[in-house]
């Protein structure tokens, strides 16, 4: 079993529309939490940090449950720009510093005109 | 401010033979980590470096080593390489808890 999956879709949605990624993770020692956008052929880019208790910005909402070991990313009215592969990532980092981030296999979104 | 850089963007090897990649961490950033990311894959963690020594180490191969060096750039360096050695590799700099990636370099094996 991998340590994060992900559905790896595509997702394709038209402009407009909400599209929400599902995201678990195996390790319950994991501390911190990560949306990271990756365009075709360029690096990750970090989208966002996730919160116990939820975080918001702008049309982008992050979601964690620690309990159930889930992570989500809820994106509200889509962009073309937002087409891209959204990785869920997991830092089993202790206090102090980052340590070895796990990444899913990324889920594809294609918004469409 | 300048970002994580890497260097070379392209890279074409033959198996067997050696590579060795750079980065440069984002300024204020002591702590660089390297990854590697397979075609529709997520990055691979190989291994980190904080304070000029190798913290975490991935499974990888001991072909795959590095260094640090005092003004916190990093080289990754594989030996022996593979076919399956060709992929992107990203090099990821922080301070705390956030990582930022470089552009990686493409090595492809032939």
């Known amino acids: 079993r991998k340590e994060v999956e992900q559905d790896p879709g595509p997702f394709n949605v038209p402009e407009g529309a909400t599209v929400a990624f599902n995201c678990t993770y195996s390790n319950s020692a994991s501390q911190s939490f990560f949306w990271y956008r990756q365009d075709c052929r360029k690096e990750p880019k970090l989208l966002m940090s996730v919160y116990s208790s939820g975080n918001e910005d702008g049309r982008f909402t992050a979601q964690l449950n620690r309990a159930s070991q889930y992570i989500s990313l809820l994106i509200r009215d889509s962009k073309l720009s937002d087409s891209a592969t959204y990785l869920c990532v997991v830092n089993r980092g202790t206090s102090g510093s980052a340590r070895q981030l796990t990444f899913g296999s990324g889920t594809q979104l294609t918004v469409l005109p | 401010d300048a970002g994580v850089t890497q260097s070379p963007t392209h890279l074409i090897k033959t198996r067997g033979q050696q590579v060795t990649l750079r980065c440069s961490p984002k300024?204020?950033?002591?702590?660089v980590s390297w990854y590697q990311q397979a075609l529709g894959q997520g990055p691979q963690f190989i291994f980190q470096?904080?304070?000029?020594?190798?913290?975490q180490r991935g499974n990888f191969p001991d072909r795959f080593s590095g260094h640090q060096f005092p003004n916190y750039s990093s080289e990754l360096n594989v030996n022996a390489l593979l076919l399956g050695d060709s992929a992107l590799y990203l090099c990821a700099s922080s301070f705390l808890y956030e990582q930022y990636f470089g552009p990686g370099t493409r090595l492809t094996v032939t």
């Open positions: 300024s204020g950033h002591d702590t």
């Open positions: 470096y904080y304070e000029e020594e190798e913290r």
